[in-house]
T-cell receptor, first 110, second 115 residues
Framework: RKEVEQDPGPFNVPEGATVAFNCTYSNSASQSFFWYRQDCRKEPKLLMSVYSSGNEDGRFTAQLNRASQYISLLIRDSKLSDSATYLCVVNDGSARQLTFGSGTQLTVLP | NAGVMQNPRHLVRRRGQEARLRCSPMKGHSHVYWYRQLPEEGLKFMVYLQKENIIDESGMPKERFSAEFPKEGPSILRIQQVVRGDSAAYFC?????????????FGSGTQLSVL
């Protein structure tokens, strides 16, 4: 089992649609959780951190369920510019490296 | 303030040659991470360095790969006797604070192609 697993995608959605990505992690000791965005094999960029209470940043909402070891990202009112690969990222707190999921590709269609 | 600088952007090597990838962290950052991304896969941690010290190399292959971060100059990831399976994107990231992974800043990466 992979340490961080994501929906395989790809997701092709029309502009304005709401889309949700899911992610599960295997290490119950994981401490920190993030969503990164990666465009066309460029460098990953931090989209948002994920907190137990859930957090929102504009059209983006992240949720964490520690009991189920599950993380989600919701994008509302999708824009063409949201087209990218979304990476679920976990840090177990004791190590100094991040563990990346394989990513979910999103294409927003006009 | 320049971001994390990696060079070269693209590197082509023939099997058996050496590849040297360079990374200059953001100004003021003394912690460097190297990640590798194979096609259609996520980023895999390779090594974490501070100036003149390798802190964690648990993700580095045991042979042919080495990394350094000297007191002066960029961090270097060195791959000896490259093979086709080494073809990947290599990303460097830097951080101002030890263990503060929320503040990782990535470079644009080096795309290594082994012929």
């Amino acid at each position: 089992r992979k340490e961080v697993e994501q929906d395989p995608g790809p997701f092709n959605v029309p502009e304005g649609a709401t889309v949700a990505f899911n992610c599960t992690y295997s290490n119950s000791a994981s401490q920190s959780f993030f969503w990164y965005r990666q465009d066309c094999r460029k460098e990953p960029k931090l989209l948002m951190s994920v907190y137990s209470s859930g957090n929102e940043d504009g059209r983006f909402t992240a949720q964490l369920n520690r009991a189920s070891q599950y993380i989600s990202l919701l994008i509302r009112d999708s824009k063409l510019s949201d087209s990218a690969t979304y990476l679920c990222v976990v840090n177990d707190g004791s190590a100094r490296q991040l563990t990346f999921g394989s990513g979910t590709q999103l294409t927003v269609l006009p | 303030n320049a971001g994390v600088m990696q060079n070269p952007r693209h590197l082509v090597r023939r099997r058996g040659q050496e590849a040297r990838l360079r990374c200059s962290p953001m100004k003021g950052h003394s912690h460097v991470y190297w990640y590798r991304q194979l096609p259609e896969e996520g980023l895999k941690f390779m090594v974490y360095l501070q100036k003149e010290n390798i802190i964690d190399e648990s993700g580095m292959p045991k042979e042919r790969f080495s990394a350094e971060f000297p007191k002066e100059g960029p961090s270097i990831l060195r791959i000896q006797q490259v093979v086709r399976g080494d073809s990947a994107a290599y990303f460097c990231a830097s951080s101002p604070v030890e263990g503060n992974n929320e503040k990782l800043f990535f470079g644009s990466g080096t795309q290594l192609s082994v012929l």
